[in-house]
Structures are given as C-alpha cells and as structure tokens.
C-alpha cells in the first residue's frame, strides 16, 4: 500500500530532528559557541511534539481505542520532554542537574524517540487508512503550520491535549519566545531555512521530483 503524504512528511520530519540531534551530542557541543546546536534540536523537538498533540492527536482519539493511543502518546510525550529539559538544564549548567551524564540523558532521549517515531508511524497508516487523500493531505498541510508557531520549549507537565492543551501551547510559546530572548537562545524563527521548511511536503503533494541535495 502507498504511503500517505502524512507518513512521508512525518518520516521526514523524524530523519531530520535526528540529523539536528547528531551534532548536539558531540563532546564539543558542550562549548558556548557549539550550544546553538542543542538549542535547534530541543526547539525543534518540542515543537513537533506540541504540534502532533494539536492537530493529530484529535483525530487519532477518533480511531478504534482512540483513547489508548493517545493516551500512550501522550506518556511519550511527557517522558521526551522531561529528558529534553534536563537536556537543555545540563547544557546551560543547572545545579539540580549537573550530576547527570550526558551519556544517560542522550540515552534516554534516544530511547524515547525511537519510540516516538514508531507511535507516529503507526498512527499515520491508521489514520492514511480512514481519511481520504485529500484530507490527509490537509492535515500534513495543517501539522507543519502548528510547528512554526508552537511552544520553542518542552513544558511536561501542562495540559496536552483538548481545548486546554491547545491553549497552554497558545501561552507558551508567547512565554518561551520572552525566555529565548532574554537567554540569548538560538532557535528557529525564519522557516524557510529550516528543516521543517526545506521538507519534502511540497513535493509529496506535487509529485514533483526532490533535489537529489535536499535535506
């Protein structure tokens, strides 16, 4: 069965938070000047991560044990975002976790996104499944949007999902925008050179052919 343009665009989108995680765990990135590249991944993490709960989860409450999976996605959600937090905390040297190896925490990071991507992999063929193209197709359009204006910071213990969830987005990413400022953070804010940006949802939706340099 053919991929849907929503499993293609997420596949994408998973390739590329890895290649961002690549050189956050280099040695040197614990540098000042190499902190940029932690900075990009966890931005760009929390913000998918906030996104899908917006616009996916939605619609996978609708399939069969809608409740369970998203239920399950969410304890991902949570755990990810916790272990992104200490990943940021130990970057900029928080006391209250300075005692953890980067080893561990990048470990645990790794765990949980593998477990991610399989989540959304098998919710997008679900969901390939019961939609028809044209709205998949929306929907793919309508995830890559809420990533651009989501929440730039992982918040593990505010609402995700439902009204309550989308508004605690909503104020966060006000809250989070004020917080990169005033740290001097690096994080995404011009698309069209970001990953999510250079993705190949246009070609999917076009059929036309990907640049062989792309990405």
């Known amino acids: 069965m053919t991929a849907s343009t929503l499993e293609l665009a997420l596949t994408y989108e998973h390739a590329k938070i890895r290649e961002l995680a690549a050189p956050a765990q280099e040695p040197e990135s614990s540098r000042p000047d190499r902190r940029h590249e932690t900075d990009w991944f966890y931005a760009i993490a929390a913000q998918h991560l906030a996104a899908a709960e917006d616009i996916l989860l939605p619609h996978v409450r609708r399939l069969p044990d809608g409740r369970v999976l998203v239920t399950t996605y969410v304890g991902n959600a949570r755990q990810l975002e916790r272990s992104l937090r200490f990943l940021k905390a130990r970057q900029y040297g928080d006391s209250r976790v300075i005692h953890l190896h980067p080893d561990h925490v990048w470990r645990v990071v790794e765990r949980l996104l593998t477990e991610h991507e399989l989540l959304e992999a098998e919710y997008s063929r679900m969901l390939g499944q019961e939609m028809d ?22 918040h593990p213990f505010s609402p995700h999902t439902g009204t309550a969830g989308r508004l605690a987005h909503r104020m966060w990413r006000i809250a989070d925008n004020a917080w990169d400022s005033a740290e001097g953070r ?14 190949a949802l246009s070609h999917y939706l076009r059929g036309t052919p990907i640049d062989e340099d792309q990405g």
């Open 133 to 154: 193209s044209d709205h998949v197709s929306s929907l793919t359009e309508e995830l890559l949007s809420a990533e651009e204006v989501a929440p730039t910071r992982a």
């Open 186 to 199: 690096v994080v995404p804010t011009k698309y069209h050179v970001h990953p999510k940006r250079d993705s």
